[in-house]
């Protein structure tokens, strides 16, 4: 049991820059250039480890508290998802509404900091990530809903166990519902294509981006480093839904784990690169019908179940 | 229906989704399509014939396969580009519901639509309730598009949607293929005639182009 | 016996009001008398109640008294004492607030009226929780309402006061005639008015039981603030006094649902349909009213629709209890239940603390106007870090109590997946209603607390600002403390909360189940608060040695950015409420930026509520047009009057004579 743990909270931590260098070395191969190394966020981090702070003046304690609550809360939420085995090291029965909501204390107190540097800019990155992250909640919830409300079970151990492996895709299209619409979610709280683009600090795709403006040092390693947190996350919950993890984890687990998040990643890439940013009047609109799309799900599901 | 068969309905429904959210005629066209290649493989999951029919079940079905796919995956959609590029129109006129209402509306409908087929016990639809379900809600949808939209080609892409309903309904009520599914066969050419009307004449319902409304986008 | 200690708090609430007013001429001698008396009330109101919810037992007792219906009958059971903790523990902190906030005002006014006000509207409210009688219930409730008025119209001199008062108390009235109807009803049944013998008569019949349910539901709603009933809200809690605002939305509208949950115990088990309509208005309480939160420019009346917004969450989980009831499954049923009476003490005090913290800031600056403020966090720490604690709380995240009761909530509808039929489409239709309120609420709250206390201010109103005098701080500060204290150790909460669920639901199982259920919440809120204890350190460990610089803030190379130009509430909301256009109603004035060199040009936008604009106030237009026909009878001529008198004199005696009945 311990040593299980002891390798759930060794993947979180160190497995996740990894993600984001898969990403965006499918990027660049789609446009035909050599990019970044793939270990480049770990050096970045490292380097912004090693760097002096500048602070604003009209900044308070909420924006040197911003990157410490998201990530405190992100990696809190990775000790609540199941990772590299069946169960993790804080799963109880209704962790997957914490887990829902630790993710949107994290973004509660980003907000906050991109409002206290007093900066139009940062305004509208908070305003905007606002309104896109009430609308992705319920869709979040109702794709988490498709696969627990079969089980009986609001805890993400029970309803991982009992999807049914033996005739996944053919039979229960409400999984594969259940991972499009998560995956979705994915592409909007993690600020890609199509609702915002992680590359560029343009006005025009100010969401994520812009919040961080301000941030240096220490704080901006947090912050990068969260975000890779945030991509393992969901990549993990998708994974989890996709392929049967093996109960008590051991290598098969971390391998599952880890190569299922490197092709999710691989994915994120393709789908970045294939496409352009939606102008921000439709992202509402992928979100609502994301949701939809999800509501359709549990409509299956309670159709199959006999209502 | 044969698992698969659900797999198919559903992404059906998700094409339904796609097409009501969306602004863009060759989008909308190129939806139903893939729609139509869809719909064409239904029979095959669904009738149960396989290499120990007959030889002229076989056929018969192959025709219906192939009819469809060409019908609606490749004339329909060629003919309705077609009179897109004609008339140069690229993007519908904002509905008269909003696009995020719309796809509001279209979830409530689903999930009517799922009611009802629970309600109604068919008895040919014992054990593919999902298919009159699924059948059910395209119907509505697609009747659904033809009330919001203000384009003659979007209203053309309803009623194939509302068609496809039909077909789809009438393949879990009797598995096989019959004379119910040759009369839809005879809407899809009614829907030919209609698009090759509206290329030939540019005939509009009413109330759409002439005129600068909300939601004209000019980029 | 347990009932004694609540009576004296009752007797020391009343004697404190009555000195007040015997010692009108001085104000700070009156204040601090109300004050005290108020304070020591709720600690013993508090010890009582608390003590009664964690041992157990009810009791009842009867006086009489000269009025010739009804009698004077009171009791306590864990259900009022729930309601009561909830009264004593907000109002006896809104009543130390107000000694500081109306200390302010001491120089305008005589304030001893507010004090005995305030005072009979908390005696009111305790005496409704109390009362075991249908008429004594309904004299507590004018009192309490009629007080409510009284405080309202504070500032009676100013004319959109005087209009919020009269709104108040037509809603008040309108919603008191349901209830009228609905005691006398129950009153028939029961053979008098008292509630034990309602409870000894056996079960309504169905249609009569359907009758009861919606005018409890209208009656009491309209108290409550569900949507289409929730007019008066908007209008009267902006108008009182912060302290009063904080006690109206923290308690009084709370007794609206202690109204609907006793009218429920009565009611017997509950057909689905019920539970169904109240999550669906549940649901559109809450959806609507952070809409319309989110529109508003104004803090208080901002706080006034959340208040909406939180009974609909309260309501969704009532929702839930019913149809767990209706479906014979106690685990929806006390889950949902549990979830909606935590909710209920949890928004008292946030809501609580969000209008004291409101108050502050309008005593410091002078303005609600969200948009006149901002970067108040460095003149008001205290203020800012409670508004702050407050904030999180009611958008329900982690670790705060907020997130304990709609997470009861949640798995209450997860495990309403267990229901068949409509019961079960309503429970999962909760699931997406309250993440989409929490994402909005979360949004409203970042824009509120963001714009007003963060980033630089934006006009000379926030010049004077300073942080409150100490017994104001206080209770805000005891307020977070709570809040806090709720979220990390949810288990403590739960066992005062389990108790009045079992007398809702009739039974006692799955109470202790549930407490397991909440021990794991703990755990991950300690590792949350661990979490962040050490990337604090870690970060003070990195940049001890090294320059810390301060500078201005980056505005990607514009040289001449100013405090205007910062985001501002009405540009936060925007891109929020542009999908939800429909519900909404926000004319806008402007007159639009043109040409290449434009001279002046403004933007106004003022929102208003859909339902009183575009509902309410025309069908009382046509009704006051249809209604002026009949005042034809109305000539003012006092003659005229004594015939009709005459005339129906004389009618009714010979209807007498001629045999009839």
């Known amino acids: 049991m311990i040593a299980q743990w002891v390798v759930h909270v060794l993947v979180l931590l160190l497995f996740p820059p990894l993600l984001l260098g898969v990403i965006g070395t499918t990027k660049a191969w789609f446009a035909g250039r050599k990019g970044p190394p793939l270990l480049q966020l770990y050096f970045d981090v490292w380097k912004l480890l090693h760097k002096e702070a500048v602070y604003s003046r009209t900044t308070t304690w909420i924006f040197r508290a911003g990157p410490i609550v998201s990530l405190a809360s992100l990696l809190s939420a990775g000790l609540v998802l199941p990772l590299t085995s069946g169960s993790a090291p804080l799963s109880f029965g209704g962790d997957v509404i914490a887990f829902a909501y630790l993710l949107g204390l994290g973004r509660y107190f980003t907000m906050a900091a991109a409002l206290d540097t007093g900066s139009s800019f940062e305004g509208m990155g908070a305003s905007r990530e606002a309104a896109f992250s009430a609308l992705a909640e319920p869709a979040l919830l109702v794709a988490l ?43 909007a709280e993690n600020s890609r294509i199509p609702v915002d683009d992680p590359a560029t600090h343009l006005e025009l795709t100010m969401i994520h981006e812009v919040m961080v403006l301000d941030h240096s040092g220490p ?25 049967p993890v093996s109960p008590d984890g051991g290598w098969l687990g971390i391998l599952v784990v880890c190569a299922g998040g490197v092709a999710i990643a691989v994915a994120i890439g393709v789908v970045e690169s294939g496409m352009a940013r939606l102008r921000l009047v439709r992202v509402p609109q992928f979100l609502i019908g994301a949701s939809v799309l999800g509501a359709i799900g549990i409509f299956v599901v309670l159709l199959r179940a006999g209502r | 229906m044969t698992t698969y068969a659900d797999s198919l309905l559903v992404a059906l429904l998700a094409l ?19 729609q139509g290649v869809l719909l064409s ?139 119910v599914i040759e009369v839809g066969a005879l809407l899809d050419v009614l829907v030919a005639v209609m698009v090759l009307g509206v290329l030939a004449t540019s005939l509009e319902a009413t109330g759409s182009e002439g005129g600068v409304r909300k939601g004209d986008t000019s980029q | 016996m347990t009932l004694w200690p609540f009576l004296l708090a009752l007797g020391i609430h009343l004697t404190g009001g009555i000195l007040a007013l015997l010692l009108r001429r001085s ?19 508090l010890v009582a109640a608390g003590h009664l919810l ?52 001491a120089h305008e006014r005589t304030l001893a009226p507010v004090i005995f006000f305030f005072v009979l509207l908390v005696a009111g409210m305790t005496v409704v929780a109390l009362a075991r009688d249908g008429v004594l219930f309904l004299v507590a409730w004018e009192v309490m309402s009629l007080s409510g008025y ?84 908007p209008e009267a809690h902006p108008a009182a006094p912060s302290h009063v605002s904080a006690t109206m939305s923290g308690v009084m509208i709370k007794m609206g649902i202690y109204g609907l949950l006793r009218a429920l115990t009565f009611l017997g088990t509950p057909p689905a349909w019920w539970g169904i309509t109240l999550i669906v208005v549940g649901a559109l309480s809450g959806v609507l009213g952070v809409l319309h939160a989110l529109a508003q420019h104004d803090l208080k009346r901002l706080l006034a629709y959340h208040s909406v917004e939180n009974i609909g969450i309260i309501t969704l989980g009532i929702g839930l209890g019913l149809l767990g009831q209706s479906a014979a499954n106690p685990t929806v049923a006390i889950l949902g239940y549990s979830g909606a009476i935590l909710h209920t003490l949890n928004h008292g005090l946030f809501k609580g603390l969000l209008f004291q913290g409101a108050g502050s800031v309008l005593f410091a600056t002078g303005t609600k106007a969200i948009d006149s403020l901002g970067g108040l966090s460095r003149k008001m720490p205290v203020t800012a870090l409670t508004f702050l604690v407050a904030s999180v709380a009611i958008c329900g995240l982690p670790p705060l109590n907020g997130f304990v009761s709609e997470w009861l909530i949640y798995v209450a509808a997860f495990h309403g997946g267990a229901l068949s039929g409509a019961t079960l489409v309503a429970a999962l239709a909760v699931i997406p209603t309250l993440a989409l309120i929490g994402g909005l609420a979360a949004a409203c709250f970042v824009k509120a607390y963001g714009i007003i206390f963060l980033g630089e201010p934006r006009t000379k109103a926030c010049e004077p600002a300073h942080d409150p005098p100490r017994s ?144 309410l106030v025309p069908a009382a237009r046509r009704l006051i047009a249809a209604l002026a026909r009949i005042q034809i009878i109305q000539h003012g001529r006092v003659q005229l009057y004594l015939v009709y008198i005459l005339v129906t004199v004389i009618v009714l005696l010979v209807w007498q004579l001629s045999g009839g009945a």
Not at chain 3, 73 to 99: E, H, M, T
């Open chain 1, 145 to 187: 809903a498709i696969v627990c409300v079969p089980a009986s079970t609001v805890s993400f151990a029970d309803a991982f166990a009992a999807l049914p492996w033996s005739s996944w895709g053919a039979a229960h299209p409400e999984i594969l519902i259940a991972v499009v619409v998560i995956f979705l979610v994915l592409l």
């Open chain 1, 219 to 243: 704080d901006f390693a947090f912050i990068l480093y969260g975000s890779a947190v945030k991509i393992f996350l969901f990549s993990a919950l998708l994974v989890h839904l996709i392929i």
């Open chain 2, 16 to 34: 339904d989704l796609y097409m009501v959210s969306t602004n863009r005629l060759g989008s909308c066209i190129r939806a139903s399509a893939l």
């Open chain 2, 41 to 179: 493989a239904l029979p095959v999951l669904v009738s149960g014939i396989g290499p120990s029919s007959s030889f002229w079940d076989a056929m018969h079905l192959a025709a219906i396969v192939i009819g469809t796919l060409c019908v609606k995956g490749l004339l329909i959609p060629w003919v309705l580009f077609r009179a897109m590029r004609s008339r140069g129109e690229t993007r519908e006129f904002e509905p008269f519901v909003s696009l995020h209402l719309s796809q509001v509306i279209n979830g409530v409908l689903c999930g009517g639509a799922f009611w009802i087929a629970t309600g109604l016990s068919l008895p040919a639809a014992n054990g593919h309730a999902m298919g009159l379900a699924v059948g059910l809600a395209t119907l509505f949808i697609g009747l659904y598009m033809i009330i919001n939209r203000h384009n003659s080609i979007s209203q053309v892409l309803g009623f194939l949607v509302v068609e496809s309903g039909v077909m789809v309904i009438a393949w879990a009520l009797l598995r096989k293929p019959s004379f």
């Open chain 3, 27 to 45: 104000n700070r001698v009156a204040l601090a008398t109300g004050t005290v008396a108020c304070v020591v009330a709720s600690v013993i109101g």
């Open chain 3, 54 to 105: 964690l041992v157990g037992g009810a009791a009842e007792m009867q006086a009489s008294w000269h009025v010739p219906v009804g009698q004077l009958r009171v009791g306590v059971d864990a259900l009022s004492a729930f309601f009561l903790l909830c009264i004593y523990l907000v109002s006896g902190l809104a009543a130390v607030y107000g000694a500081g906030y109306l200390g302010g005002h």
């Open chain 3, 150 to 233: 009284f405080l309202v119209t504070f500032e009676h001199e100013r004319e959109d006061v005087r209009r919020a008062g009269m709104v108040y108390l037509i809603a008040s009235h309108i919603g008191v005639v349901f209830l009228f109807i609905l005691f006398t009803i129950f009153a028939r049944h029961g053979g008098d008015f008292s509630f034990a013998a309602l409870a000894s008569a056996g079960p309504l019949s169905s249609s009569l039981a359907n009758a009861c349910f919606l005018l409890a539901l209208v009656g009491f709603g309209s108290k409550a603030g569900f949507w289409l009933l929730h007019t008066w809200l």
């Open chain 3, 472 to 615: 104001m701080r206080g209770p805000m500060l005891v307020g977070a403390v709570l809040c806090l204290a709720i979220g990390l150790w949810p288990q403590a909460a739960l066992q005062i909360v389990a108790r009045p669920a079992q007398v809702l639901v009739g039974t006692t199982a799955g109470a202790d189940a549930m407490l397991g259920l909440l021990l794991p919440i703990t755990r991950v809120a300690l590792v949350l608060v661990g979490l962040a204890a050490v990337l604090t350190l870690l970060r003070w460990g990195l940049l001890r040695r090294r320059e810390v610089a301060v500078g201005s803030t980056w505005g990607c190379g514009y040289e001449a950015p100013t405090a205007r130009m910062q985001y501002t509430a009405a540009s936060f909301a925007e891109p929020i409420l542009d999908p939800f256009e429909a519900t909404l109603h926000r004319p806008v004035h402007e007159n639009p930026v043109r040409g290449y060199f434009p001279e002046e040009a403004h933007y106004e936008r003022h929102p208003k509520d859909v339902v009183g604009d575009r509902v």
